[in-house]
């Protein structure tokens, strides 16, 4: 199982559309989690860390499910300025590093058309 | 306020080469970290540096290293430069706790011909 996987992607949805990913994780022992946006020749960018209860900030709800090993991101009501791709990641522990290490998925792009 | 920069943003040069990247934060921040994005735009951790201490991920050719003058930045230095190694460099900072999120620079482009 690969350490953070996520929707392959691309997604293609309207504007207004509402839109949802899936990033499942290896260790069961991480702790932090957090979805960022990289728009194309950008750096990645927070978009929201991932509470235990769920949170959500505007448009967007991340949620998290330990049992499962998964997180999630809702986007409602998509915005052209949306289109990024979505990167999930992970406080996990790396055993060559010795220590915990935020880790990236490889991403889901996301485009929203007019 | 630039949180976290990085110089050059592009950087082309030739096989063989010996090049620096340069990384400045000024958030306070007791880690720092140099990542590589690939031409399939996967983000990989290479090297976070925390009160002094390096952790390094173990698939880094021994060709990069890292040089840290003092907290608030975190050099990159590439010896014998190879196609491969083109890529996106992000240098990025943090707080000490594991919650704390990553604030990235905006990337330097090298391109190794």
């Known amino acids: 199982r690969k350490e953070v996987e996520q929707d392959p992607g691309p997604f293609n949805v309207p504007e207004g559309a509402t839109v949802a990913f899936n990033c499942t994780y290896s260790n069961s022992a991480s702790q932090s989690f957090f979805w960022y946006r990289q728009d194309c020749r950008k750096e990645p960018k927070l978009l929201m860390s991932?509470?235990?209860s769920g949170n959500e900030d505007g448009r967007f709800t991340a949620q998290l499910n330990r049992a499962s090993q998964y997180i999630s991101l809702l986007i409602r009501d998509s915005k052209l300025s949306d289109s990024a791709t979505y990167l999930c990641v992970v406080n996990m522990w790396s055993s060559g590093a010795g220590s915990y290490q935020l880790t990236f998925g490889k991403g889901t792009k996301l485009s929203v058309i007019p | 306020d630039t949180a976290v920069s990085q110089t050059p943003k592009y950087l082309v040069t030739q096989m063989g080469n010996d090049k620096s990247i340069k990384c400045e934060q000024n958030?306070?921040?007791?880690?720092m970290y140099w990542y590589k994005q690939d031409s399939k735009k996967f983000l990989k951790i290479m090297f976070s540096y925390n009160n002094k201490e390096l952790i390094i991920n173990e698939t880094v050719p021994n060709r990069f290293s890292p040089k840290s003058p003092d907290k608030a930045h975190l050099n990159l230095h590439i010896n014998s430069l190879e196609l491969g190694d083109s890529a996106v460099y992000f240098c990025?900072?943090?707080?000490?706790?594991?919650?704390?999120?990553?604030?990235f620079g905006n990337g330097t482009r090298l391109t190794v011909t």
């Open positions: 991932v509470y235990s």
């Open positions: 958030l306070g921040h007791d880690t």
């Open positions: 990025a900072s943090s707080g000490s706790r594991s919650y704390s999120p990553l604030h």
